[in-house]
């Protein structure tokens, strides 16, 4: 077999750059809708960036559940109120591309209120759905205070 000229692996290596760059700030988008919309208090909006399936997977602490409607409904009982929201903020985001349609992004959350500031980590599975990149998997763990 004869080897590609330079002139090609260079392109295909620049083309995937740019691919794997464009997924990274696609992602980073996503995540930033999600504390906008929670900011102002719209849970349905930080929805957004979940995939609208029964398959959707949440853990926190020692609980796990699947599907959008049942993890919109536990965001909506845990903080009904702008008090509980809070100000989030994310922080020390890592986004690891795996494939063309599945990312990992991995950071820090904070929730701002006047009462305390709970934080902890989170570890997303991104899938490039049909509707652009759609949260699949959700471990999130909280820092005891």
Not at 8 to 30: G, N, Q, R
Not at 31 to 51: F, H, K, P, T
Not at 81 to 99: H, K, P, Q, T, W
């Amino acid at each position: 077999m004869k080897p590609l000229p330079t002139l090609i692996v260079t392109f295909l290596f620049v083309f995937s750059c740019d691919s794997t760059l464009d997924a990274k700030m696609e992602i980073s988008s996503v995540l930033e809708s999600q504390v906008a919309a929670w900011n102002r208090g719209d849970i349905d909006g930080y929805m957004s960036g979940y995939w609208k399936n029964d398959s959707v997977r949440f853990g926190s602490d020692a609980d796990v559940i699947f599907g959008w409607q049942t993890v919109t409904d536990r965001y909506k009982a845990k903080y009904h109120s702008a008090e509980l929201m809070g100000r989030l903020e994310f922080s020390n985001i890592d986004i690891a591309i795996l494939s063309g349609n599945s990312a990992i992004a991995f950071g820090t959350w904070t929730l701002h209120r006047e009462a305390d500031n709970p934080m902890g980590l989170f570890t997303l599975v991104l899938r490039k759905t049909g509707t652009g990149w759609k949260i699949i998997h959700d471990h999130t763990s909280s820092k005891k205070q």
